[in-house]
């Protein structure tokens, strides 16, 4: 059993983000991490970025087929991620955090219109897009307000720009459908609201709060390794 981790949007580096919880969940479980580098996200090459959605799902598609069983975690937009790659053999467990499961039509642009107060997101003009009027503190204050110093300052690092085509294609199937799943709600998250957190949580097949921001896994990794030890219980009775 491994874990692949499919990070956010506007983000790269998915290693990093998953870094704290990679670490506590190896020294409990013996189980190792990898993230997928998402080509809309610029990981993989200039060339890749155009592909979107459909290109990250591919790229979660390949990091699939080099295992025989997975946990696969999706933070934020990395669930849409999770619909579009469809259903995969080694897909054992999935857990969501802060996340969205969307029904097959679904964009995550459609997805993040019915927030009251949406992340602030800007077109570059080149088929990219980033968010805007952010600066290294109003970053941290919505997005990492409960992370240390040096977690919010390398979190900024680490925000890039991103494919339009990772908002705006509908998901043309839901790899969630069908497969054993936890959510986990953020419910101190600035970014994402409880309510909508909520709504995608009713999809999975459990759920669960704590109080973290955006990112518990870089915050409270313990609370986030606990809930994959729990699905690895379930999976034994």
Known sequence: MELIFVHGALVRDGQWWWQKAARLLEERTGIRSRAVALPSCGETGADDVAGGLVADAAALRAELDRVDAAIVVGHSYGGTVIAEAGQHPAVKHLLYVSSYLPEVGQSQGA????????????????????????????????????????????????????????FMTPTSAAGWEGVDSTYIVCSDDRST??????????????????????HAFLSRPELVVDQVQELLRQAKQ
């Open 193 to 214: 609201s409880v309510e909508l957190q909520r709504s995608h949580a009713a999809r999975a097949t459990r759920s669960v709060e704590v109080p973290t921001g955006h």
């Open 111 to 166: 997805i993040m219109a019915g927030e009251s107060d949406p992340v602030s997101i800007g077109d570059n003009g080149d088929g990219t897009l980033s968010i805007s009027g952010y600066d290294a503190e109003s970053f941290a204050a919505r997005f990492l307000q409960d992370a240390d110093e040096a977690a919010q300052r390398e979190g900024w690092d680490r925000v890039t720009a991103q494919a339009a085509a990772a």
